[in-house]
């Protein structure tokens, strides 16, 4: 079975540019969290989504915006990008969200020059 | 205050010994917990979660809980070389926020 997928691997933005990650989750899993990791830190919650439907917030400014489609899958997008924005960024999957058990993709690195 | 404290190593413990690697949170409405193993340049992979006070094993593994002293932790027995990773507490807090310590950098020697 094909686990979570993200595209694309890697991605290079300038300052003020917009971006937009994808992430597939595993079949059968409805819930999709994004993470951010930079190097030497653990990951940063952003957002869970169940059902298309935001079910938590982690503190990262309105710059940064999700969303999830019928088919489970989800975007997220960040404005007006700042270098401190270069990091991991890395989605979960799990059944339902809430307490279940989280697995994540490989991640996109992007770098703001 | 962070929210998931872990103590960032190195650990150091010889090939075929016992690591211990330890974790605390603060927030004690905290509902699952769970390690994470990460190899330099990969994505977190998960390992162990654990639900309620006590232990839970899984071949190598050994996740403990207590909630009364906001403690988890996890031991690797047997611990070989290819275990030489960073591993990562994580959190649930009212069901859907995640919280991940900085991470506990284990090097086990040949």
């Known amino acids: 079975d094909a686990g979570v997928t993200q595209s694309p691997t890697h991605l290079i933005k300038t300052r003020g540019q917009q971006v937009t990650l994808r992430c597939s989750p595993i079949?059968?899993?409805?819930?999709v969290s994004w993470y951010q990791q930079v190097l030497g830190q653990g990951p940063q919650f952003i957002f869970q989504?169940?059902?298309?439907?935001?079910?938590g917030r982690g503190n990262f400014p309105d710059r940064f915006s999700a969303r999830q489609f019928p088919n489970y899958s989800s975007e997220l997008n960040v404005n007006a990008l700042l270098l401190g924005d270069s990091a991991l960024y890395l989605c979960?999957?799990?059944?339902?969200?809430?307490?279940?058990?989280?697995?994540f993709g490989p991640g996109t690195r992007l770098t703001v020059t | 205050q962070k929210e998931v404290e872990q103590n960032s190593g190195p650990l150091s413990v010889p090939e075929g010994a016992i690591a211990s690697l330890n974790c605390t949170y603060s927030?004690?409405?905290?509902?699952?917990f769970f390690w994470y193993r990460q190899y330099s340049g990969k994505s977190p992979e998960l390992i162990m979660s654990?639900?309620?006070?006590g232990d839970k094993e899984d071949g190598r593994f050994t996740a403990q809980l207590n909630k009364a002293s906001q403690y988890v932790s996890l031991l690797i027995r047997d611990s070989q070389p290819s275990d030489s990773a960073t591993y990562l507490c994580?959190?649930?807090?009212?069901?859907?926020?995640?919280?991940f310590g900085s991470g506990t950098k284990l090097n086990v020697k040949p």
């Open positions: 979960a999957s799990s059944g339902t969200g809430g307490t279940d058990e989280q697995y």
């Open positions: 079949s059968g899993h409805k819930s």
């Open positions: 989504y169940y059902e298309k439907e935001e079910r």
């Open positions: 927030d004690r409405v905290s509902q699952s």
């Open positions: 654990i639900y309620s006070n």
């Open positions: 994580a959190v649930n807090v009212n069901f859907n926020k995640f919280y």
